[in-house]
Structure formats: C-alpha cells, structure tokens
C-alpha cells in the first residue's frame, strides 16, 4: 500500500517558469523530507519539515508542511536545467523506524 | 567526509544466476539501509541494520534474498536466484543518530 501520493508524476516546463508539486497521504506524519535523486546517483536529502504549518525556504525551493501534518508541497521558484531530478517525499512509517518514500515527481526543466 | 560506497554500479545477469552487492557506509554511522528502488517507483525499504543486528527485514523476501553486516561497517546483500522482477536500482543508505540518510549511488541491476 502507497502511502505518499506524489503528484503530478511528471511534469517538463521552461527555465524561468514556478511549479508546485505534492506529497499526500491519509496519514498522519511526525516529520516529512523532500529529496532530489538525479540520474545515476542517490537521492540528496533537501529539508525536513516537523510542525504542522511549517514553511521553509532553500533557495528558491519552498516546502510547506500541512497543518494536519498529512500532506506536502514543494514550489519551486524560477527553476533552472540544474532543477531537473526526481523529487521523493518521505516520512516515517507510523510506529516503526523505517522510512516510506513516495513514487516521487519526475521533473524536466528546458533551457 | 567521504560518501556511501557501492559497488558494482552495474550489473547484467541472467535469470536463475546469483549476485552479490557490496556497500560501505559513512564512516561512524550505525545504521545501514538497503532499498530496491524499480523504474517509475520510490525506494522501497529491504532491510535495515543498527550496527550488526537487523532491525527490520520485513519486506525483504527471505526466499532469496540475503543480506549481512560483519563487524557492523560493510555490508553484502544478496540475490539467489535472481528473477526478471529483481531488475532495480539497489541503493545503500547510512545515518547516524540522527534521521538523516546519506545515499549511496546505487547498483543498477537488469535481469534477462
């Protein structure tokens, strides 16, 4: 069973453009990570978000908690080639000490 | 700081065949992770050691797979007998005492 729904799955757009995409789940989280996996290598773990309602910046990368702490987003601001990567959410699995991982956004940003 | 080590990055067998997969984490760091990563999908947590002890292998399918951690630092995982449905990116994590997981590059593995 899928716990983290990432959408969209794919999404390609032009250097310069903002986006936003979503981590979602009936559950609810004590913490939630964003990560960046590009081609051939591991994923980089980006932020961790903790309170409900927390917002944070990198850059021009801004994750937002939900304030039932069930759910995510990642906007990202003028993106740029060096965006292009898949994004993961993660949280840890409710009562055990593994992490769960969604199918993640699959991005491609055009120069 | 060096990183998470795998190797091989790649490997091409056939199926029935065996392969082994080997990992050495960040200096210092207790915990270990071993994740099957297929096309299109997430990582999906195998198997997860604190130092030498396992602490959870429930997704981790016994019948064929395997892994260890001597001396709680290296660790092998491996296949026997490799399916076509094993073809993956197998990737190797590490953390300390915090929640923070350093990734290795992963061995992209194809079954024929």
């Known amino acids: 069973t899928q716990l983290l729904e990432q959408s969209p799955q794919f999404l390609s757009i032009q250097e310069g453009e903002n986006l936003t995409v979503y981590c979602n789940s009936s559950?609810?989280?004590?913490?939630l990570q964003w990560y960046r996996q590009e081609p051939g290598e591991g994923p980089v773990l980006l932020v961790t978000?903790?309170?409900?309602?927390e917002v944070k910046k990198l850059k021009r990368l801004t994750f937002q908690f939900g304030d039932a702490r069930k759910d995510s987003s990642l906007h990202i601001t003028a993106a740029q080639p060096g965006d292009t990567g898949l994004y993961l959410c993660?949280?840890?699995?409710?009562?055990?000490?593994?992490?769960?991982f969604g199918a993640g956004t699959r991005l491609f940003v055009k120069a | 700081e060096a990183g998470v080590a795998q190797s091989p990055r790649y490997k091409i067998i056939e199926k029935r065949q065996s392969v082994a997969f080997w990992c050495n984490p960040i200096?210092?760091?207790?915990?270990l992770y071993w994740y099957q990563q297929i096309l299109g999908q997430g990582p999906k947590l195998l198997i997860q050691?604190?130092?030498?002890?396992?602490?959870?292998d429930s997704q981790l399918p016994k019948d064929r797979f395997s892994a260890e951690r001597l001396k709680g630092v290296d660790s092998t995982l491996k296949i026997q007998p490799a399916k076509l449905e094993d073809s993956a990116v197998y990737l190797c994590?590490?953390?300390?005492?915090?929640?923070?997981?350093?990734f290795g590059p992963g061995t992209r593995l194809t079954v024929l």
């Open positions: 993660a949280a840890p699995y409710t009562g055990g000490f593994k992490t769960i």
């Open positions: 559950s609810v989280f004590s913490s």
């Open positions: 978000v903790v309170t409900g309602g």
């Open positions: 994590a590490s953390s300390s005492h915090t929640d923070t997981q350093y």
């Open positions: 200096s210092g760091h207790a915990t």
């Open positions: 050691f604190q130092n030498n002890g396992v602490v959870d």
